[in-house]
Nanobody, 124 residues
Framework: QVQLVESGGGLVQAGGSLRLSCAASGRTFSSYAMGWFRQAPGKERMFVAAISRTAGTTYYADSVKGRFTISRDNAKNTVYLQMSSLKPEDTAVYYC?????????????????WGQGTQVTVSS
């Protein structure tokens, strides 16, 4: 069992930056690939970024490529999402998730555990 707790959300002006953190419980954090998804009001949950178990590979949605950076610290059981050049359309609840066995990390169904989410609001 893995429990995930996101933090770092908030209100920021367009063009600003935020760093989200996701702390995982348990001693098997390095066994999981990690992902970030987001869900805006009235919309489906969408893939944002993912990172492999050893941080050797990262994946990004086209909409955030070049602006967001995913990273992880396996010693701290934490995954991060550094968000820069934020836009109003980035406003959403952001969720982190953990995948043990996976084929395509952009698919929400691949993930076994989810956090409760953290709100990010970008004002224009």
């Amino acid at each position: 069992q893995v429990q995930l707790v996101e933090s770092g959300g908030g209100l920021v002006q367009a063009g600003g930056s935020l760093r989200l953190s996701c702390a995982a419980s348990g001693r098997t954090f390095s066994s999981y690939a990690m992902g970030w998804f987001r869900q805006a009001p009235g919309k489906e949950r969408m893939f944002v970024a993912a990172i492999s178990r050893t941080a050797g590979t990262t994946y990004y949605a086209d909409s955030v490529k070049g602006r967001f950076t995913i990273s992880r610290d396996n010693a701290k059981n934490t995954v991060y999402l550094q968000m820069s050049s934020l836009k109003p359309e980035d406003t959403a609840v952001y969720y982190c998730a953990a995948a043990n066995v996976y084929y395509r990390l952009s698919y929400a169904d691949e993930y076994d555990y989810w956090g409760q989410g953290t709100q990010v609001t970008v004002s224009s």
